[in-house]
């Protein structure tokens, strides 16, 4: 019995949160991959773009509200994120065209794309800011839970209750779906077989008769796809601050550099390698130690490996880690 | 500059002061990354981490030694740091002794994680009992109790210190690389900053920090800065004739006098500093060393085959470039006499001086203090511009139009859109910025 309360805490505490919270990062990942693997630039605007997305989803979401239309049981936000992407693709199109597309025909190293990344980031944070402010928002309705704590003690017995809520199954579940179909578009389709081989080698893919402007396009059309679903589902777990947003932008670097950049699959992966490694290290392993252990070795201290202030240390720290023994990732990306 | 005497007629000389001191800072730091981007092309996103620690160097000098925090747990706070050398060399020796393999990098693998749990252990009691010392006004070990100047230098070893750890790890890495690695590592150390309280307080702030210059309230009462007031204004004071009128304009005087001193002093202080980064780095760029570094910068083989040390180049100018923006660091926290590590955020401390460095012009010293002072400017002075806009432009609406207000209630937010905008249109009609980089043969 005691065993199975001490399961029973670490999937509360630690397993359900970090697969919701590694599903977030890893979308946001496979967006930063994406962008670096085919435009060949780190995006620093990233964790901007995706508040850009999310905020368009809110407003939609106000507007269905005030409608009075809803999803019942699920939040109205699923339904305002359709309309959210049409949008946000006109707006990577949009800066596509007026911002970076002029050093791509110029072959601008790739640092000062990054730059103009830079410069991208101020103005989406500035409009940001200015058309929804920067407080904190809520805008999640609907169901909050699927099963609550004390619901699963009276079910089972146990001490220790399970919380799910349903924004974290809605989480990892629209990811699940979202990255197959991406997976299956990128390993499956012409499309996506001709977005990879110019990723790998850009001249040999224009001398196969590839389109560099359709894969161009077509990379911001799936970032705009990503960044709005990524950023609209950290806001309905957690909520919806810009700042926060900016500062996600360093977790999320970190997952895609772990899973080697411009490698999709390591991304995803890396999202989650961040979300468990920032969780595991930083949880007060005691209550579990006094289910597992005799009661004579119960722990005096919180049995803590680092405190919760290190969260984003720990991310940094193994992309630092990663970084000095394998440069290309666990799962070999881009030679750099 | 003209920009800046205009805002002291306009809207006050105290204001106008402050953004000219908090220019030369600011210029001070572009020059640190100017160094490092345009003479060598290094691409350091961590100035911000090396700014903090400029700003702790400011603490651990000026602050005054808290006595019983350092007998409720200096000793174990002392062996700590010894520990941590212990572990360096255990590190280093076995780095040197054997072979590399597996075996040897599980090896150093156990002795941090080893050293790691000895230190807590040793640590942590103290730790807490330094903290609990008090902890309203002090709750840390406080520092050296010496004139703040001296963390001026301090900082820059500082900076410089953390900067020879990073250049080790990340200098190998494509630019981008570098780019990330150092954004990320500097939000370690503002991390730790903020939360090793027995060391800096944490967000709890050090605040009173000594200063280098006399304070306002005293100045208030010496009688020669009086009589200086006086003297400088007797026009005005002429004018008015009862005698309690001219006690009362004079007394005004006094104190709007002082802080304008005040800050006279600080501005003084820290053109020195400046002027003397500018001789320095001018200096060194014309020198065969600035040659090398351009040659390095433009094409790193090359270079390489005629027999320059890229890698312990590219370090050392690392070094150097971050020990300057430790020293802005350490100024910064000089001229506002306190040290709040919750406010040290990417988008200030890093990302607004790249904007100088490219704005201003790369690999030109005094483009980078160009950028230092324009781009400061217009982020303090962008709210009242955008505001001025607003109205212009909203002149139509009625004042109690929603659109209105929310446009005024969001105006410090227009100095993102402009520094954005800013940057890239220099980006694009002017890449090599305002005052590009020219080197004359001579």
Partial sequence: MDFLNAIILLLNYIFVPALTYGSQLALGAIFVTLIYGILRFANFATGDMMAFGTMVTILITWYFQS????????????????????????????????????????????????????????????????????????????????????????????NEGLAIKSSQVITIFVTLVLVSILFWFLNKTKTGKSMRAYSDNEDLALLSGIDPKRVVMITWIIAGILATIGGALYGLDKSFKPFTYFNNMLPIFAAAIVGGIGNPFGAFLGGYVIAFSEIFLTYAYKKFFMYVLPESMEPETLVQLLSTDYKFAVSFSILVIVLLYRPNGIFKGKVL | ??????????????????????????????????????????????????????????????????????????FNILMCLWLIVVMIFAIRFVLKYFKKSKFRTYG?????????????????????????????????????????????????????????????????????????????????????????????????????????????????????????????NSGKLDLIGSISDKQAALNQLVIEGSSVFVKLCYSGLFLMVVIALLIVTQKALYSPWGRMMRAIRDNEEAANAMGKNVVKQHLLIFILGSAIVGIAGAMLVTQDGLFTPGSYRPMRYTFLIWVMVIVGGSGNNFGAILGGFAVWFLWIEAAPIALFLINLFTAGLADTHSLKIHLIESVPYFRYLMMGMGLLLIMRYRPKGILPEKIEIK
């Avoid at chain 1, 992407?85 to 025909?105: A, E, P, S, T, W």
């Avoid at chain 2, 490092?36 to 100035?47: D, E, H, M, V």
């Fill in chain 1, 67 to 158: 409608k009075g239309i809803s999803l019942g049981v699920l939040p109205t936000a699923l339904l305002a994120i359709p309309f959210a992407i049409i949008f946000m693709i006109g707006y990577m199109l949009f800066i596509d065209k007026f911002v970076f597309r002029y050093y791509r025909v110029q072959k601008s190293p790739p640092v000062q794309l990054a730059m103009v990344s830079i410069g991208v980031m101020f103005v989406t944070q500035a409009v940001v800011r200015i058309i929804i402010g920067p407080s904190d928002r809520r805008f999640f309705d609907g169901e909050k839970f699927i099963i609550k704590a004390g619901e699963f003690k009276e079910m089972t017995g146990l």
């Fill in chain 2, 1 to 74: 500059m003209g920009l800046i005497i205009l805002v002291g007629i306009f809207q006050s000389w105290n204001v106008a002061l402050s953004i000219f001191n908090m220019c030369l800072i600011s210029a001070v730091m572009t020059m640190g990354a100017n160094i490092q981007w345009g003479y060598a092309g290094l691409i350091n996103f961590g100035l911000m981490g090396y700014a903090a620690l400029g700003g702790l160097a400011a603490v651990l000098i000026s602050a005054e030694p808290v006595k019983e925090a350092w007998v409720a747990g200096g």
């Fill in chain 2, 108 to 232: 150093i693998a156990a002795i941090i994680i080893a050293g790691i749990v000895i230190i807590r252990i040793t640590s942590e009691p103290s730790i807490e009992a330094i903290e609990s010392v008090n902890p309203a006004t002090t709750g840390f070990l406080g520092g050296l109790g010496l004139p703040i100047m001296f963390s001026w230098i301090v900082g820059a070893f500082f900076a410089g210190g953390l900067a020879f750890v990073v250049g080790k790890v990340a200098l190998g890495l494509r630019a981008d690389y570098l780019a990330i690695a150092t954004l990320l590592i500097s939000e370690i150390v503002i991390a730790i900053i903020k939360h090793e309280d027995w060391l800096t307080r944490g967000v709890k702030n050090v605040i009173g920090l000594d200063r280098p210059v006399p304070y306002e309230v005293e100045l208030q009462t010496k009688e020669w800065f009086i009589n200086l007031v006086a003297k400088f």
